[in-house]
Every structure is written in structure tokens, then in C-alpha cells.
């Protein structure tokens, strides 16, 4: 006669992001993003205790004065801390990554849920000013749109999230259409869920991780283009510290005063090499197909 095992509870299947972070545990590059990532975040958010000095105040005894002990890189045109502007200018850079990314979601999801689930008119409407503004690149669309709202970081950070918005109505529109058709949203159908239930209980968490990889790197290409934006003026309006902004003065004195573009270009390469590692490991990890 066996006797019956008291105490054993089955085991509890892990869930698939559960999975998704055991298989991005394994890639070191995108461990490596992740960390530079949480490292930017932390100096955006406690700049005002970092920051050995004042962003803004200038010291016209160190103009343009050499990396030392009492300023570790350097100081600008006007004897302004080069290492305490680019611990502020996180901010920036994080604040129009991150809002702009959430604008382009805002916009560009519903627009491509809506063409890819209802399709007909609706979709080729959606998809034809789609293609229209695809037409244009995406750092051109940026600055016009800058310049049409006018030279601030909050104007910025529309141009960019608006130029943005048509990759993820395309996305979202090409994961909709593979999706409406499975099993399980036919079942939903079948058994009288209302067409805004089938998309937002059934569709919309089934096309979040190819949404969550395409925003990683969408932060990335934000960056760049907030960077671009305030060298060109049109973003993070001065005084305010801005990577971009400081690249645009120190071009002006980069053969006596390398360390004044040095140290805001490195800030820009690493915050966007990491976004880009930490997307690629997201899509990767994300993927179904991995075992």
C-alpha cells in the first residue's frame, strides 16, 4: 500500500516575466545597461546633494580652468563647474527620454490598436498619415516642430514624443493584427466580450513586450534628440544645464579647453550605449521563442 507524501504543494509555474528576467540575468551587456541606467537615474534624482557646486554660479577667477582637486572636470567659459552641470544635465536628458517616450505610448498605441483592430477606413486613414509623417526623418520632424512651439525644454519634449509616435502606431498596429486573430481573442468574441474589452483585456497585454523593447530604445533616441535640440538652441534653455547646450559652447574652445565637450559627449554615449544594451537584452529576454 503507498502511503500518501503530507506537506507537498505543487510548484507554482513561473510567469513569463518571471522568465523574461531570469533569461535577462544571463545577457551581461544588458546587466551592464541596466546598471549605467540606474546609475544616471540616481545622479538625476539626488543632483542637489552630488553636485560639489552651484550649476549656474560662475567664478571668474577659474575661467576655463584645468581639471583639479577643487573641480574634478574642468570649468567652463565663465568658471562654472563642468562636473556638477553635467550631474544637473541628467535631468534634463532623463526628463525628455522619459516624457517623450510617454507621449509617443500616448499616441502612437491607441492610434495603432484602433487601425489594426477595427481596420477599414479607420485603418487607412491611420496608416496613410502613418507613412506620411515615416516620410520625414525623425530628427528633421523634431526640429521643425521645436521650432514651430518655440525654445524650451517642455516644447522639446512634444517635438520629440509627436515625431516619435508614428514607429509605435505601426508597431502596434503590425502586433494587433497578428494577435486578433488567435484562439483566445475568437473565444473572447465568441462568448460576447465588447470590442474595448477584447482590446484592452485580451490584446493589449499580449503586445506589451514588443511595446516595453521598442520604448527602451525610443529613450535612447530621445536623448540623442534632446541633445541635438539644445545644441541647435532649442531645448534646455540656458542658464540651465544641458549636454547639448554645454557641447555647443565648448566646440567653441575645443582646442584649449577639450574638457569642456569631453565630459557632456561621454555623459551622452554612455547614457544612450546603455539604453541600447538594456533594449537589446529586452528583446531577447522578451521573446517567446527563447527557452
Known sequence: MNTPIVGTAPVREAG????????LRRRHGALF??????????????????????PVAASWAAIRKAPTAQYWLGTDEIGRDVLSRVIWGTRASLLAGVVSVSISLLIGVPLGMAAGFLG????????????????????????????FLGPSLTNAMIAIGVSAAPVFV???????LSVKVEDYVEAAR??????????????????????VVQATLAIAAAVIAEASLSFLGLGQQPPAPSWGSMLNTAKN?????????????????????????LGDGLRD???PRQR
Open 16 to 23: 513569463p516575466w518571471q522568465r523574461a528576467w531570469r533569461r
Open 170 to 176: 505601426r508597431l502596434a498596429r503590425g502586433q494587433v
Open 120 to 147: 477599414g477606413v479607420v485603418d487607412a486613414v491611420i496608416s496613410r498619415v502613418t507613412d506620411a509623417f515615416l516620410a520625414c526623418p525623425f530628427l528633421i520632424l523634431a526640429i521643425a516642430l521645436a521650432a
Open 253 to 277: 574652445y575645443i582646442d584649449n579647453s577639450p574638457w569642456m565637450a569631453i565630459s557632456p559627449g561621454v555623459a551622452i554615449f554612455l547614457l544612450v550605449l546603455s539604453f541600447n544594451l
Open 190 to 211: 465568441a462568448v460576447g466580450n465588447s470590442p474595448l474589452r477584447i482590446a484592452l483585456r485580451h490584446i493589449l497585454p499580449n503586445i506589451t513586450a514588443p511595446l
Open 33 to 54: 545597461g541596466l546598471a549605467i541606467v540606474l546609475l544616471f537615474v540616481a545622479l538625476a534624482v539626488f543632483a542637489p546633494w552630488i553636485a560639489p557646486h552651484d
Open 285 to 287: 529576454a522578451l521573446d
